[in-house]
């Protein structure tokens, strides 16, 4: 009896590799961490990895966010990045000054088919089968959208693009947005203003920083000599300790069941917390203590952030901003204020549409895809887009506990599809359309619980005061470890590169 007519037997080797090219985006903590995985599971098989990265070094969110107070000491973390990708070799990967602008997938061929704006002027093209969005969320900052912004004449700036030889020194500066950059910088501005004015429209909760409880004096997470000379001769202790720390951070999990009792408990020690560190003053007790659940916005450890406000060259006002004035701003009542300089503290685009036109199956592009809803597929995967793979998407646990945790774990989720594509004649995988939306109905029932479906304006949704949540994870850090550790290859759609042929068995 014959074979079926049209039927071919494959000359790939059943489990035998073929060769992959695998491309990755950014060369932040994600790009680093991709390249040291890479390194560990592709040792001995055809594998090509290419990294593009719009600047010029790693380091991410760390290489570019440079404004003062920038925590934990900004320059410190990025020597210390620098330092894992020499020892990775990460370098001998990366292609700097070198920005993606569109990824087209090709169905015919299995690949994605790229181009790629080199050093800000000319255009090259290169190709991949597998395409790893490691960008982050911290890399397309904003301006906010005052009318007359670019009528003002002072010293106009964002917090992501810092000027570092303006000198602030008695000056009278206005500081836009009350989130993680404003807290940190607002300390270290207070003590050079002649007088500074905080527009502060959304507070923000200030928690102690998570690892508090180890330095009971106060510090502000700044070890004594004594400590890190300890820790440097005992790796181990120094193990344990971190260890303790993140902990912590996965055991805040529980804060966040927007009716717990822990939730309950930590609303109202922080509030006390807030309103010790403005000097019990009213006024500012007002304007600057949530009323939302901690947690609805990004929680933030500010040390000394409240302090300053409570300063008398500090104003704060949390009235809406009209317009910008050449001048200064103008605010709701129509008041006028003088500025020297505004420092636009407005964050991110935080949408986790690409930066780039992603066009996948039938010409769509994601970030249209994506304009009201990015709906991920456990936030590493998306329908319609075939060896795509994101370490940050849409609910990835950003707010759950340590992020570059996380992020190792969707890189390892995205290489094990590689090696799928490359062992089992496989041309693409994608996340079914069913599988998405089983994960977005279970998602969002979970969020009801949760303080981020809390009324507050956060990021997490977009920017929007109610609606659905797109940042955090519906889970802890363990439990996404967890979902992570193993591939549902029945939620995704599987093409082969030859549905008429396989490999042959050794």
């Not at 019990?280 to 952030?305: E, Q, W």
């Not at 496989?426 to 359309?433: A, G, M, Q």
Request: hydrophobic share 35%; net charge neutral; proline share 5%.
């Amino acid at each position: 009896m014959g074979s079926k007519p049209g039927y071919t037997v494959s000359d790939q080797w059943i489990g035998q590799p073929r060769p992959v090219r695998v491309v990755v985006i950014g060369a932040g903590i994600g790009g680093i961490a991709a390249v040291k995985l890479f390194r560990e599971t592709f040792r001995d098989r055809p594998t090509t990895l290419v990294i593009y990265e719009k600047n010029n070094d790693v380091g991410g969110t760390w290489l570019e966010n440079r404004y003062p107070g920038a925590y934990v000491g900004a320059e410190e973390v990025l020597e210390y990045y620098k330092g894992r990708a020499q020892a990775y070799g990460v370098y001998e990967y990366v292609n700097f000054n070198h920005r993606v602008i569109e990824a087209r997938w090709d169905s015919y061929v299995g690949q994605w088919k790229l181009k790629i704006e080199k050093e800000g002027s000319s255009i090259i093209e290169d190709e991949c089968e597998v395409l790893i969005n490691v960008c982050g969320m911290l890399n397309q900052w904003k301006w906010p959208s005052i009318d007359g912004l670019d009528t003002y004449k002072g010293h106009l700036v964002h917090s992501a693009i810092w000027d570092s030889n303006y000198s602030f020194k008695g000056k009278t500066i206005g500081v836009i947005g009350s989130g993680s950059s404003a807290i940190q910088m607002v300390p270290k501005l207070q003590k050079e203003a002649k007088l500074l004015i905080s527009f502060n429209r959304s507070p923000s909760w200030i928690t102690q920083e998570f690892g508090a409880k180890y330095i009971p004096e106060g510090r502000g997470l700044i070890y004594s000599d004594e400590e890190r000379e300890a820790w440097r001769n005992n790796p181990n202790e120094f193990l344990k300790f971190r260890k303790e720390v993140e902990s912590i951070s996965n055991k805040f999990w529980h804060a966040n069941f927007k009716d717990g009792p822990v939730q309950k408990e930590l609303y109202k020690q922080t509030r006390q917390d807030m309103e010790k560190a403005l000097g019990g003053n009213m006024d500012l007790i007002s304007k600057v203590v949530p009323t939302f659940a901690v947690g609805c916005r990004r929680v933030t450890p500010g040390h000394g952030y409240l302090e300053a406000l409570a300063t008398d060259n500090v104003i704060v006002r949390n009235d809406e901003i009209r317009r910008i004035t050449p001048t200064g701003v103008q605010v709701a009542d129509g008041t006028n204020l003088a500025l020297d300089a505004i420092i636009c503290a407005t964050g991110f685009d935080n949408s986790f549409r690409p930066s780039f036109s992603l066009i996948g199956e039938n010409g769509v592009d994601l970030r249209d895809e994506w304009r009201e809803e990015p709906r991920a597929y456990l936030s590493v995967a998306a329908a319609g887009f075939p060896n795509y793979f994101m370490a940050t998407g849409p609910n990835v646990p950003l707010a759950n506990g340590s992020l570059v945790a996380c992020l190792e774990q969707t890189l390892k989720y995205a290489f094990r599809a590689v090696e799928k594509i490359q062992t089992q004649g496989i041309k693409s995988v994608s996340p079914t359309r069913e599988a998405v939306n089983d994960f977005q109905e279970h998602k969002d029932a979970i969020m009801e619980k949760m303080v981020w479906t809390s009324p507050c304006r956060s990021w997490y949704k977009n920017g929007k005061v109610d609606g659905k949540v797109w940042g955090p994870y519906p889970g802890s850090v363990p439990h996404f470890f967890e979902l992570m550790s193993e591939t549902r290859w029945e939620d995704f759609k599987i093409e082969y590169r030859n549905s008429k042929s396989i490999p042959i068995s050794r």
